[in-house]
């Protein structure tokens, strides 16, 4: 009975280990090197008794994998990864042994970082071989527009109040780079200040805590750190958020700013913090079908440098068939179509925007394909005209229809020598105006009764906004004044009909907006906005600007999440739709 327990005992007092659940980003762990998209070498080799360990890294997959060379059978190689800096790691990865006749081995392919985990992670190559030893880390800076440890650039916005301690402030500063650093004044020798940096919006912060960290210099009162960077492009991460601590030199307690989000731009905060909800590795915004489609345009219209591989990965993931349940109550038949023909034309137009901004051929086909299936509910022996809106042809409403009208025009635009869509959008506008959809005070009601009446359903801001913005395309395409008149009177309408303190409002921002509801604002800004460019009069681009000045002032908080409200108040729902919808606010006011 000794000799069992001395043998359990010993057992215990091995390390074991810890499971590792496998990590995705635009691949998952353990991937085939032979798969990989390049091959860099970062670190120089490592020696082990003769036996060189090298660590192979792929920056275009975002994963790494280790080799052993010049062995002998039995000798090991591996990766290590940490989530907190390189202070405790998985051990382990990926564990190959050279076998008998040969002199290498390779371990499979590991993530360096899960974006959609929001965790930031470090990796290093390890062998064994009748010794262990390790690599270096990589990536331990982080590069945006600047790397960790730089001087401060120009600018000095201070996004969050200070934390005071010990009649000291610490105070959080963000240049104009979007990159931060912490202050501490009206203190003494000896004092601490650094940088807090999280992944998960201020939840945890293991591979940022205590950045730059530095005392006060003797005779001096204050000091600062150097600049940290809170997005990191090289391993997709964005969203981080810093917050600056300090301490006085007498006592251990700490105080802390509160957790913010630096940009360089209005838009690039929205669309940081935007992206900070991507589900890189499924490409998409998880729970909403036709919601990401709002979202991928606002990414593509947005101006910001870096997103063509986001675009290109979304289109390339999506494109497939998908079950029931997968990304939408209902199947998806592959090319973004499915039974839900409004669902369907907003990917339309979110391929026309990526179009618009990358030049990529296959864009455009793809909004074309889509545009034939939503064509092919035109039917002009219900109400004269109309797309239904759904494959089972229960309801003519005014989204689908303004959707197609957009749509219609826009490829007219795009598709050189096309006559076939400018006469379908010509046809499409001309209904739209006889159909009754728009009410007796220029509003846009939500569709059309059996006997095609206006049903005097809610007018909803999008409805409002996909017919200007249509009726504001077919001008282009045609050059008939008419259109665009249609549009100055729709956004007249609006302007006095849909707002609140000069502010736009959906009729259930007073209670609660469905997840559908919460994207129209935003919807509603991009035509608006599109439609205030071509127009002329400064009113309506002083319309656009009072709205991208609300969302941004009144309905922002210091992670440059955008809520519900555009007018901001209590009780106001943040979620990534909401975000979508704010950004687009704010790329209309920067587009005009």
């Known amino acids: 009975m000794r000799t069992v327990l001395v043998v359990l005992l010993v057992f215990a007092s091995l390390t074991v280990p810890r499971a590792t659940a496998a990590v995705c980003a635009l691949s998952c762990d353990q991937l085939d090197p032979s798969r990989a998209a390049q091959e860099t070498f970062p670190l120089p080799d490592k020696d082990i008794n003769g036996r060189v360990l090298r660590l192979h890294v792929s920056d275009s997959d975002g994963m790494a994998w280790a080799s052993i060379d010049n062995g002998r059978t039995g000798d090991a190689v591996w990766l290590d990864r940490s989530w907190d800096g390189g202070g405790t790691w998985d051990g382990l990865l990926g564990k190959a042994s050279i076998p008998d006749t ?35 880390w990589i990536y331990p800076t982080v590069c945006d527009a600047a790397c960790d440890g730089s001087a401060p650039g120009t600018g000095d916005n201070q996004p969050v109040g200070p934390a005071t301690i010990f009649g000291r402030s610490v105070r959080l500063h963000f240049d104009d780079r979007g990159m931060s650093w912490a202050s501490i004044d009206s203190g003494g020798t000896g004092d601490e200040i650094w940088l807090d940096r999280s992944w998960d919006e201020g939840a ?207 490829l007219h635009r795009r598709l050189d020598g096309d006559t076939e869509w400018l006469a379908r959008a010509r046809e499409a506008g001309d209904w739209y105006l006889r159909s009754g959809l728009i009410n007796s005070t220029g509003l846009v009601n939500d569709g059309l009764t059996s006997g095609c009446a206006n049903n005097g359903q809610t007018v909803w801001t999008y409805n409002q906004g996909l017919a200007i913005g249509g009726f504001t395309e077919l001008w282009r395409a045609t050059g008939d004044q008419s259109y665009l008149d249609a549009s100055r009177r729709l956004a007249d309408a609006a302007m006095t009909g849909l707002t609140s303190g000069g502010v736009l409002v959906e009729s259930c921002d007073t209670g609660s907006c469905d997840d559908n509801q919460k994207q129209f604002k935003g919807i509603f800004l991009r035509y608006f906005g599109d439609f205030a460019a071509a127009a002329g009069p400064s009113v309506y681009q002083d319309f656009v600007r009072q709205q991208a000045d609300s969302v941004w002032s009144r309905d922002r908080d210091s992670l440059n999440r955008f809520g519900e409200r555009w007018d901001g108040g209590a009780s106001n729902v943040v979620d990534w739709r909401t975000q979508a919808s704010g950004l687009e606010a704010l790329i209309a006011a920067a587009g005009g």
């Open 204 to 410: 945890t912060w293991p591979d940022g805590s205590s950045l730059g960290r530095t005392s006060v210099p003797l005779g001096a009162t204050a000091t600062q750190t150097a600049t940290f960077a809170a997005r990191d492009p090289r391993g997709r991460m964005n969203g981080g958020a810093v917050r600056a601590c300090g301490r006085e030199a007498a006592h251990q307690e700490g105080a802390c700013t509160a957790w913010a989000r630096p940009a360089q731009s209005r838009v690039a905060a929205g669309v940081d913090a935007l992206l900070w909800s991507h589900d890189v590795y499924r490409a998409w915004w998880p729970s909403s079908w036709w919601n990401s489609a709002v979202a991928v345009t606002a990414l593509a219209d947005s101006g910001v440098s870096g997103l063509d591989p986001v675009l290109a990965r979304i289109f390339d993931v999506n494109r497939a068939a998908f079950p029931a349940g997968a990304r939408s109550s209902d199947p998806i038949d592959g090319d973004f179509i499915s039974r839900a023909v409004d669902d369907t034309a907003w990917w339309g137009l979110a391929w026309l925007a990526a179009y618009d901004r990358t030049h990529d051929a296959r864009y455009l086909a793809e909004a074309t394909k889509i545009a034939d299936y939503v064509h092919g509910f035109w039917d002009t022996g219900t109400c004269g005209g109309g797309v239904w809106w759904d494959r089972e042809r229960t309801y003519k409403n005014a989204v689908t229809s303004g959707l197609y009208l957009r749509l219609a025009a826009s």
């Open 102 to 136: 040969w002199t290498g081995t390779r371990t499979l392919m590991y993530n360096l970082t899960d974006p959609v985990g929001h965790r930031r992670g470090l990796l290093r190559a390890c062998g064994d071989a009748q010794a262990v030893a390790c690599t270096a």
